[in-house]
C-alpha cells in the first residue's frame, strides 16, 4: 500500500505486481498522469528493506512523498551511469552473501560467463529504448557457495530518478521453476525414448479415441504404416466383434486403469488377439484428456489355451471327445427327451485287440486305436459323438433317430468298418468289435442308458464276439427289411426315380440368400420318404454312394439361377480312384459351369488321409470346382488344407455348434475354431438348423451361413 509522508493511506498495488512497477501504477492512478516511466516528474526513489524483510520503496514527486511496502522475493536493482548501484537485500539473502556486499568487479561479476554478452546487450537495449520491461531475459547468478541459480530480469529506464540513464532492474528467481522445466523435459525424453523402443504396442488416443501417435511396435503389431493410422479412430483397427466391449471398458471408468483382452484385425487381415491396458490422462478440468493404450499380443497364448481346452475334452491319442466330453454330451441328450426320435448307445468293445499288443507292442496297438477312431468316423453319421472311454472301449451317441432300428444299422456299417484288414508297421491287422445297444425315446438317465449298452455289449462278447445284441430285442426284427430296402434304392438310383431338392442358404447378417444346396430325398412305395442324411447313409451301406452323388451333380441343371450350388460327397465315393473324372463327367450332363458347384467334402475323410485328399481336391479345384468341408472342428490334422486349398466355406460340426457351445468348458473350443476357420478367410456354415433356438445360436456363435428346415425348406426341382 502507498502512504503520504503524514501517514495517509492512498492506494493499494494490485496483488502479484512486482514492487517497483506496483508503486508507480499505484502514483499513476493517484495523480491521473498517464504515459511511460519517463514521463513520469519522479524526482527521487529510494529502496530498502525494513526489519521484517519487506521491500520498502519511497517516491518524491510533485504531488507528495509516497512509501511503497510489500512483501517479495524478487531483487529490485537501481544502476545508475557513474556505476553507482543499490539494490535490495534479497539478492544477498537469496545467494547467500553477507548483507551489503559490495562484489569486487561489481554486479555484473556474479553473472555467469555466458550470460553476460546476453546481458550486456540487453542492458544497452533498455537504456536505448528498444526493449521494454515486458522482454525479460534469463540469466544465471553465482551464489555465495559457487552454484549459479537462474533469474529472469526485466529493465525500465527510469530518467526521472535524478540523472538521466538510470536503470530500475527487477530479477525474479526462478531456479526451481527452470529446475522442474529440466525434471519436466527429462522425463518427457524418456517416455519418448521408452515410447519409441518399447517392444509392445503404445498408442496415445484423444478423447474421441483418434490415435495421435503410435509407436513403431505398434505400427508393426497393425500391419499399418504410422501416417495411417495417426488421425484414425483406433476401434477402426478392433475386430468388429470386440468393439463394443472396447468402446465400454475404455469409457466405463475413465479415471482408471483398464485391462481387457480382445482382437485386432492386421492390416492384412490376419486377426490378433491382444492383452490390452488403457490409462486415462486427465487434464486441467480433471476430465479424460487423452488415453494411453498399451496391447500386448497374447495370440499364441490364447491359441495354447484352445489346444489345451481341446485337451481336456478329447483323447489325446484318437483326437475323439474324452469320457468327460462325452458325458457332457450323453447329459445333454438325455436331459432333452421332448423332442421327436430316439436317442441310441453304441458301446463298441474291439476284439483281438490285446493279441496286437502282446505280438507287435504297444506303439502298433496305438496304431490301430487311431486308425479305429478313423473307421468309425467315416461309418457314422456328422451329427453322432464319438468316444473312447479308455483302452479299446468306444462309445457312440446317436440323436434323433427316426427309427430305433436305424441303431442297428450304424452298429452294422461299424462292424463292417472295423473288420477291414489294417496294415500296421508293415504287417496285415485283423481286429473286430462288439457293439452292445441301448436306445431310448422317453426319458431316462445317462448312467441307466450307458449301464444297459454297457450289459448289451458283455452279452456281445459272450455270444461269441464280432456280435451286436440290442438291450430293446424288438430292433432285431429291422434286419431283413433293411436288405430289401437296399435293394430297391440300387433300383431307384439307377432309374433316377430319387427325387432332387435345393435348400436355400442364408446369410446369419440379413437372412439373404447365398447359394443352394442339392438334397436328394426317396419315397419308397408304401414307406415314408427318406430324406437326404438317411438316403445317403443307406446308399453308402449298400456300397451306392457314388452313384447317388452322381445323380444329384447331374441334377443341378434344375437348381435357381444361384452361383452357389452345394454338393455334399461321401468319404466312400471320395475314396473311388476315379472320382475327379466322375464328377467331371457329371457337371458335363448337367450344363453347369464348375465354377458354380461348391463341393462339400468330409473333414473326417481330410483327416483319414491328408495327403491323398489334398490331391484329390486339388485336381478337382484345378479344374475350377470350388471347395467346402462339412463336419468342421472336429480334426486338428485337417485344418492345414484350409490354407493349402482355396476352400471357402467350412460347415460347422453339429456337436461343437449345440452341446459343447453351451457348456463353459466347450464354448472356447468352439470360439477357436470359429476364429481358426475365419482368419483362414473361410466363411463358417451352420447347417441342420431346425428351429429358431438354432438359428440364434449360429448367430452368437459368429456363424456366417446357415442352412436347415428351420432357415428354409428344400425346394423341388420341379418347382424350381
Same mark, same amino acid.
Given at each position: 500500500?502507498?502512504?503520504?509522508?503524514?501517514?495517509?493511506?492512498?492506494?493499494?498495488?494490485?496483488?502479484?505486481?512486482?514492487?517497483?512497477?506496483?508503486?508507480?501504477?499505484?502514483?499513476?492512478?493517484?495523480?491521473?498522469?498517464?504515459?511511460?516511466?519517463?514521463?513520469?516528474?519522479?524526482?527521487?526513489?529510494?529502496?530498502?528493506?525494513?526489519?521484517?524483510?519487506?521491500?520498502?520503496?519511497?517516491?518524491?514527486?510533485?504531488?507528495?512523498?509516497?512509501?511503497?511496502?510489500?512483501?517479495?522475493?524478487?531483487?529490485?536493482?537501481?544502476?545508475?551511469?557513474?556505476?553507482?548501484?543499490?539494490?535490495?537485500?534479497?539478492?544477498?539473502?537469496?545467494?547467500?552473501?553477507?548483507?551489503?556486499?559490495?562484489?569486487?568487479?561489481?554486479?555484473?561479476?556474479?553473472?555467469?560467463?555466458?550470460?553476460?554478452?546476453?546481458?550486456?546487450?540487453?542492458?544497452?537495449?533498455?537504456?536505448?529504448?528498444?526493449?521494454?520491461?515486458?522482454?525479460?531475459?534469463?540469466?544465471?547468478?553465482?551464489?555465495?557457495?559457487?552454484?549459479?541459480?537462474?533469474?529472469?530480469?526485466?529493465?525500465?529506464?527510469?530518467?526521472?530518478?535524478?540523472?538521466?540513464?538510470?536503470?530500475?532492474?527487477?530479477?525474479?528467481?526462478?531456479?526451481?521453476?527452470?529446475?522442474?522445466?529440466?525434471?519436466?523435459?527429462?522425463?518427457?525424453?524418456?517416455?519418448?525414448?521408452?515410447?519409441?523402443?518399447?517392444?509392445?504396442?503404445?498408442?496415445?488416443?484423444?478423447?474421441?479415441?483418434?490415435?495421435?501417435?503410435?509407436?513403431?511396435?505398434?505400427?508393426?503389431?497393425?500391419?499399418?504404416?504410422?501416417?495411417?493410422?495417426?488421425?484414425?479412430?483406433?476401434?477402426?483397427?478392433?475386430?468388429?466383434?470386440?468393439?463394443?466391449?472396447?468402446?465400454?471398458?475404455?469409457?466405463?471408468?475413465?479415471?482408471?486403469?483398464?485391462?481387457?483382452?480382445?482382437?485386432?484385425?492386421?492390416?492384412?487381415?490376419?486377426?490378433?488377439?491382444?492383452?490390452?491396458?488403457?490409462?486415462?490422462?486427465?487434464?486441467?478440468?480433471?476430465?479424460?484428456?487423452?488415453?494411453?493404450?498399451?496391447?500386448?499380443?497374447?495370440?499364441?497364448?490364447?491359441?495354447?489355451?484352445?489346444?489345451?481346452?481341446?485337451?481336456?475334452?478329447?483323447?489325446?491319442?484318437?483326437?475323439?471327445?474324452?469320457?468327460?466330453?462325452?458325458?457332457?454330451?450323453?447329459?445333454?441328450?438325455?436331459?432333452?427327451?421332448?423332442?421327436?426320435?430316439?436317442?441310441?448307445?453304441?458301446?463298441?468293445?474291439?476284439?483281438?485287440?490285446?493279441?496286437?499288443?502282446?505280438?507287435?507292442?504297444?506303439? !502298433? /496297438?496305438? *496304431? $490301430?486305436? +487311431?486308425? @479305429?477312431?478313423?473307421?468309425?468316423?467315416?461309418?457314422?453319421?456328422?451329427?453322432? %459323438?464319438? &468316444?473312447?472311454?479308455?483302452?479299446?472301449?468306444?462309445?457312440?451317441?446317436?440323436?434323433?433317430?427316426?427309427?430305433?432300428?436305424?441303431?442297428?444299422?450304424?452298429?452294422?456299417?461299424?462292424?463292417?468298418?472295423?473288420?477291414?484288414?489294417?496294415?500296421? !508297421? /508293415?504287417? *496285415? $491287422?485283423? +481286429?473286430? @468289435?462288439?457293439?452292445?445297444?441301448?436306445?431310448?425315446?422317453?426319458?431316462?438317465? %445317462?448312467? &441307466?442308458?450307458?449301464?444297459?449298452?454297457?450289459?448289451?455289449?458283455?452279452?456281445?462278447?459272450?455270444?461269441?464276439?464280432?456280435?451286436?445284441?440290442?438291450?430293446?430285442?424288438?430292433?432285431?426284427?429291422?434286419?431283413?427289411?433293411?436288405?430289401?430296402?437296399?435293394?430297391?434304392?440300387?433300383?431307384?438310383?439307377?432309374?433316377?426315380?430319387?427325387?432332387?431338392?435345393?435348400?436355400?442358404?442364408?446369410?446369419? &447378417?440379413?437372412?439373404?440368400?447365398?447359394?443352394?444346396?442339392?438334397?436328394?430325398?426317396?419315397?419308397?412305395?408304401?414307406?415314408?420318404?427318406?430324406?437326404?442324411?438317411?438316403?445317403?447313409?443307406?446308399?453308402?451301406?449298400?456300397?451306392?454312394?457314388?452313384?447317388?452323388?452322381?445323380?444329384?451333380?447331374?441334377?443341378?441343371?434344375?437348381?435357381?439361377?444361384?452361383?452357389?450350388?452345394?454338393?455334399?460327397?461321401?468319404?466312400?465315393?471320395?475314396?473311388?480312384?476315379?472320382?475327379?473324372?466322375?464328377?467331371?463327367?457329371?457337371?458335363?450332363?448337367?450344363?453347369?459351369?464348375?465354377?458354380?458347384?461348391?463341393?462339400?467334402?468330409?473333414?473326417?475323410?481330410?483327416?483319414?488321409?491328408?495327403?491323398?485328399?489334398?490331391?484329390?481336391?486339388?485336381?478337382?479345384?484345378?479344374?475350377?470346382?470350388?471347395?467346402?468341408?462339412?463336419?468342421?472342428?472336429?480334426?486338428?490334422?485337417?485344418?492345414?488344407?484350409?490354407?493349402?486349398?482355396?476352400?471357402?466355406?467350412?460347415?460347422?460340426?453339429?456337436?461343437?455348434?449345440?452341446?459343447?457351445?453351451?457348456?463353459?468348458?466347450?464354448?472356447?473350443?468352439?470360439?477357436?475354431?470359429?476364429?481358426?476357420?475365419?482368419?483362414?478367410?473361410?466363411?463358417?456354415?451352420?447347417?441342420?438348423?431346425?428351429?429358431?433356438?438354432?438359428?440364434?445360436?449360429?448367430?452368437?456363435?459368429?456363424?456366417?451361413?446357415?442352412?436347415?428346415?428351420?432357415?428354409?425348406?428344400?425346394?423341388?426341382?420341379?418347382?424350381?
Amino acid at each position: 500500500s502507498l502512504r503520504k509522508s503524514d501517514g495517509t493511506k492512498h492506494q493499494e498495488a494490485a496483488a502479484g505486481d512486482g514492487p517497483v512497477d506496483a508503486v508507480f501504477k499505484a502514483i499513476e492512478r493517484i495523480t491521473g498522469i498517464t504515459g511511460k516511466l519517463r514521463d513520469y516528474q519522479i524526482q527521487s526513489v529510494t529502496v530498502g528493506e525494513d526489519a521484517q524483510g519487506e521491500v520498502v520503496l519511497e517516491v518524491e514527486h510533485p504531488t507528495g512523498v509516497y512509501r511503497g511496502r510489500a512483501v517479495s522475493t524478487d531483487i529490485i536493482a537501481v544502476l545508475h551511469p557513474d556505476g553507482y548501484w543499490e539494490a535490495s537485500d534479497a539478492g544477498t539473502r537469496q545467494l547467500g552473501y553477507p548483507k551489503g556486499f559490495d562484489p569486487d568487479g561489481g554486479v555484473f561479476s556474479l553473472i555467469h560467463p555466458d550470460d553476460l554478452v546476453g546481458a550486456a546487450e540487453a542492458l544497452a537495449e533498455v537504456s536505448a529504448g528498444t526493449r521494454t520491461i515486458d522482454e525479460p531475459i534469463e540469466i544465471r547468478l553465482r551464489a555465495a557457495d559457487g552454484t549459479y541459480w537462474d533469474y529472469e530480469c526485466s529493465g525500465i529506464r527510469a530518467d526521472g530518478l535524478g540523472v538521466d540513464g538510470t536503470i530500475v532492474v527487477t530479477a525474479r528467481n526462478i531456479t526451481r521453476r527452470k529446475r522442474a522445466e529440466l525434471a519436466l523435459q527429462k522425463a518427457q525424453q524418456r517416455f519418448r525414448s521408452a515410447f519409441e523402443h518399447a517392444p509392445m504396442c503404445v498408442a496415445v488416443l484423444s478423447a474421441e479415441g483418434r490415435i495421435v501417435d503410435i509407436n513403431p511396435s505398434g505400427c508393426t503389431l497393425l500391419g499399418r504404416p504410422h501416417d495411417l493410422l495417426v488421425g484414425t479412430n483406433f476401434d477402426s483397427v478392433v475386430h468388429i466383434d470386440d468393439r463394443r466391449l472396447f468402446c465400454d471398458l475404455l469409457t466405463r471408468h475413465p479415471s482408471r486403469h483398464q485391462r481387457f483382452e480382445h482382437r485386432l484385425v492386421r492390416g492384412d487381415g490376419t486377426v490378433l488377439w491382444t492383452l490390452t491396458g488403457a490409462t486415462a490422462v486427465p487434464g486441467l478440468d480433471g476430465e479424460r484428456e487423452q488415453t494411453i493404450v498399451m496391447l500386448v499380443d497374447i495370440t499364441d497364448r490364447r491359441e495354447s489355451e484352445a489346444l489345451l481346452a481341446h485337451s481336456a475334452t478329447h483323447d489325446h491319442l484318437t483326437g475323439l471327445l474324452n469320457r468327460s466330453a462325452f458325458a457332457i454330451a450323453l447329459d445333454h441328450a438325455t436331459a432333452r427327451r421332448n423332442e421327436p426320435g430316439s436317442t441310441a448307445l453304441l458301446f463298441c468293445d474291439l476284439d483281438g485287440f490285446k493279441r496286437v499288443n502282446d505280438t507287435l507292442g504297444h506303439e !502298433a /496297438g496305438d *496304431a $490301430v486305436l +487311431v486308425e @479305429v477312431a478313423r473307421r468309425l468316423e467315416l461309418a457314422t453319421r456328422e451329427a453322432d %459323438s464319438i &468316444a473312447r472311454l479308455g483302452g479299446d472301449e468306444f462309445v457312440l451317441l446317436c440323436e434323433d433317430l427316426e427309427h430305433p432300428e436305424n441303431a442297428i444299422v450304424i452298429a452294422e456299417r461299424v462292424i463292417r468298418a472295423i473288420e477291414r484288414p489294417m496294415v500296421i !508297421a /508293415g504287417r *496285415a $491287422v485283423e +481286429v473286430g @468289435v462288439s457293439i452292445g445297444i441301448a436306445v431310448t425315446d422317453g426319458a431316462v438317465s %445317462s448312467d &441307466a442308458l450307458l449301464r444297459s449298452a454297457d450289459a448289451a455289449v458283455y452279452r456281445a462278447k459272450d455270444s461269441g464276439r464280432a456280435r451286436i445284441e440290442v438291450f430293446d430285442e424288438s430292433l432285431r426284427k429291422a434286419h431283413e427289411a433293411r436288405r430289401t430296402m437296399e435293394i430297391d434304392l440300387r433300383t431307384a438310383i439307377e432309374t433316377r426315380a430319387v427325387s432332387i431338392g435345393f435348400q436355400p442358404i442364408v446369410t446369419t &447378417a440379413t437372412r439373404g440368400l447365398y447359394g443352394h444346396c442339392a438334397v436328394a430325398s426317396w419315397h419308397r412305395l408304401g414307406a415314408p420318404v427318406l430324406e437326404h442324411s438317411d438316403l445317403v447313409r443307406l446308399a453308402a451301406d449298400a456300397g451306392l454312394a457314388g452313384a447317388l452323388d452322381r445323380v444329384i451333380l447331374r441334377s443341378l441343371a434344375l437348381a435357381p439361377g444361384t452361383t452357389a450350388l452345394h454338393v455334399p460327397l461321401t468319404a466312400q465315393h471320395l475314396d473311388d480312384r476315379n472320382v475327379v473324372v466322375g464328377i467331371q463327367e457329371a457337371i458335363d450332363d448337367s450344363d453347369v459351369s464348375p465354377g458354380q458347384v461348391v463341393l462339400e467334402v468330409p473333414e473326417a475323410w481330410i483327416a483319414a488321409a491328408p495327403d491323398t485328399a489334398q490331391r484329390t481336391l486339388g485336381h478337382l479345384s484345378t479344374r475350377g470346382f470350388r471347395l467346402a468341408v462339412s463336419g468342421f472342428g472336429r480334426h486338428a490334422a485337417a485344418l492345414p488344407l484350409l490354407d493349402a486349398l482355396p476352400v471357402e466355406v467350412v460347415a460347422l460340426d453339429q456337436l461343437l455348434r449345440t452341446e459343447l457351445a453351451t457348456h463353459p468348458h466347450g464354448a472356447p473350443v468352439v470360439a477357436a475354431t470359429i476364429a481358426y476357420a475365419q482368419a483362414a478367410g473361410c466363411h463358417v456354415l451352420a447347417e441342420h438348423v431346425r428351429h429358431a433356438s438354432d438359428f440364434a445360436l449360429a448367430i452368437s456363435l459368429g456363424c456366417d451361413l446357415a442352412r436347415g428346415t428351420g432357415v428354409a425348406p428344400a425346394h423341388s426341382a420341379a418347382a424350381s
